[in-house]
């Protein structure tokens, strides 16, 4: 009997459900209850947010796992291989491990459809009960409400910085949007919020739910000390750390990072870390694709930014770090998201434009690409047009000047395809 390999059963799971995303916990609470997954045999912590999930489940491992504890994470998309989505003990699961979950599930699933995350939510907490893992770190997919990660009652809710993004899906406004991130909040659990302006909705979610909320300038702080010290400043009620930075670049990773201390704060009872973890945790963390600087001939950026806080954050991390010559971005984008809006916050960063299309059949046009950026009053001569990322990677990487330097952003897709270059 032929057995599929990995990539083989994630064709074949991109083809068995309908559509690519369907909100709704029904299918794979379903599944999980015939798995036996629930309630999971180990505390967890749940992550929602528009911008900074990614970093915050990576600081939460780092720290937790400079305390010596057995970390399960499960976040996505990946960039390069599939099992960057479920790691153990800072070790990317295997194919083997990957594909016996998935035979499980599928012996499991009987009638019901399942969508490729769905898959790929049930294969990571199969694996971290099989490993036995002290605590799970699960990242959010999209939204929260109905995002396939909520059938778990994770013990602790982290909910990062909250923008337009989805609309489609989570609504046009930040309280729609903060209103379907608080679903991942469960009555008399604690969750934080590092957004430093919370939407009411969260808010006012949280206490229906009788759920005790702790916000970022509420509940706790910080402060950015003198550039040379090289620290900063984490400060509760309870604590007060003088801290390194983050091994991610960018301020704004600050404000991931103190979420992140008020979760371990809350934790401190069954999971106590020392401020030699934390401080271990932070200089390790590693996370690629923000703001990831490859040297070489020419300087070349990678960023996932995709929505217009992303593209904000970026705008800042260029200006604070000069290029002699010319800036170029290489891009790619989804057709659902705000290219306008993050196409006109960096507009007077970039010197010139290179547009591709993404190989995934969400991806935006050339034409509607070229289109946003004229409308913003770019001269055409300063956009370029390819076939694919790759070309256009291979193009710039060989041809612009040293002192110049490559920017290329727009999507997770963008990265990854750049990366495999």
């Known amino acids: 009997m032929h057995t599929k390999n990995l990539n083989e059963w994630l064709d074949w799971q991109s083809s068995l459900h309908p559509r690519e995303i369907e909100l709704g916990l029904t299918r794979c609470r379903t599944v999980?209850?015939?798995?036996?997954l629930l309630p999971l045999p180990f505390p967890s912590i749940s992550i929602a947010g528009t911008n900074g999930k990614g970093s915050s489940a990576i600081l939460l491992d780092s720290i937790l796992s400079a305390a010596k504890y057995k970390i399960g994470r499960f976040t996505s998309p990946h960039l390069l291989r599939y099992n960057e989505r479920i790691c153990i003990a800072g070790i990317e699961a295997s194919d083997n491990q990957i594909c016996e979950a998935f035979e499980r599930i599928e012996a499991a699933r009987n009638e019901i459809s399942l969508t490729y995350f769905e898959f790929s939510t049930l294969?990571?907490?199969?694996?971290?009960?099989?490993?036995?893992?002290?605590?799970?770190?699960?990242?959010?997919?999209?939204?929260?409400?109905?995002?396939?990660?909520?059938?778990?009652?994770?013990?602790?809710?982290?909910?990062?910085?909250?923008d337009i993004d989805h609309v489609d899906w989570l609504g046009k406004n930040r309280e729609s949007i903060g209103f379907e991130k608080a679903g991942i909040f469960r009555t008399?659990?604690?969750?934080?919020?590092s957004d430093k302006n919370p939407p009411q909705?969260?808010?006012?979610?949280?206490?229906?739910?009788?759920?005790?909320?702790?916000?970022?300038?509420?509940?706790f702080n910080y402060t950015k000390t003198q550039l040379k010290a090289k620290t900063w400043i984490w400060r509760s009620k309870l604590a007060n750390y003088e801290l390194p930075l983050p091994n991610l670049l960018g301020d704004y990773q600050l404000q991931?990072?103190?979420?992140?201390?008020?979760?371990?704060?809350?934790?401190?009872?069954?999971?106590?870390?020392?401020?030699?973890?934390?401080s271990q945790g932070l200089i390790n963390a590693e996370l690629p694709g923000r703001f990831q600087i490859l040297s070489g001939r020419v300087t070349r950026i990678l960023d996932v930014a995709h929505n217009p806080l992303g593209a904000k954050v970026l705008t800042d991390l260029l200006?604070?770090?000069?290029?002699?010559?010319?800036?170029?971005?290489?891009v790619g984008m989804l057709k659902d998201k705000d290219i306008?809006?993050?196409?006109?916050?960096?507009?007077?960063?970039?010197?010139?434009?290179?547009?591709?299309?993404l190989n995934v059949p969400r991806s935006a046009s050339l034409a509607c690409l070229v289109k946003h950026l004229t409308n913003l009053g770019v001269d055409k001569e300063n956009i370029n047009t390819y076939s694919s990322i790759t070309k256009a990677y291979k193009y710039l990487s060989a041809s612009v000047p040293e002192t110049d330097r490559i920017i290329v952003f727009g999507s997770f897709h963008t990265v990854q395809e750049a990366l495999s270059c």
């Open 256 to 278: 991931n990072a103190a979420g992140v201390l008020k979760v371990l704060e809350l934790l401190q009872k069954n999971f106590p870390v020392p401020e030699t973890a934390i």
């Open 319 to 330: 200006s604070k770090t000069p290029c002699q010559g010319k800036t170029h971005a290489l």
């Open 340 to 357: 306008p809006t993050v196409f006109k916050i960096l507009k007077a960063t970039i010197t010139n434009w290179h547009l591709a299309t």
């Open 123 to 162: 294969a990571a907490l199969l694996i971290f009960k099989q490993q036995q893992v002290d605590l799970a770190i699960l990242e959010i997919g999209l939204g929260g409400r109905l995002d396939s990660v909520n059938i778990v009652d994770s013990d602790i809710a982290l909910v990062t910085a909250i």
């Open 32 to 36: 999980a209850q015939r798995l036996n």
């Open 188 to 193: 008399h659990h604690p969750a934080v919020c």
């Open 201 to 219: 909705s969260l808010i006012q979610h949280a206490e229906q739910l009788q759920t005790p909320l702790y916000y970022l300038g509420r509940d």
